[in-house]
């Protein structure tokens, strides 16, 4: 399992362990389906993130590299 994953876990279930002992009111929705679109907004984000990642770059091209000229400003 990623370590990323776990340490997030943790926290998460530190930080909502922490809120229900000192009584503070927990930084989420209160109901299921409150708690289930945050889960599909961060399943969007990284899938979307992970499907633009994997598709090769159309403009790289026009990406200036260490110089910042580009193809077309190249002698």
């Known amino acids: 399992m990623n370590w990323k994953l776990c340490v997030g876990l943790l926290l998460g279930l ?5 809120c229900r ?3 503070v009111p927990a930084p989420a929705p209160p109901v299921l389906v409150g708690a289930l679109l945050v889960v599909a907004m961060t399943s ?3 899938l979307t993130d992970k499907l633009l ?3 090769p770059a159309r403009n790289h091209v026009n990406c200036g590299g260490p110089t910042g000229e580009t193809q ?3 002698s």
């Open 53 to 55: 990642a994997s598709r």
């Open 44 to 46: 969007g984000y990284t």
């Open 14 to 18: 530190g930080i909502g362990f922490g």
């Open 72 to 74: 077309g400003t190249r």
């Open 21 to 23: 002992w000192l009584g």
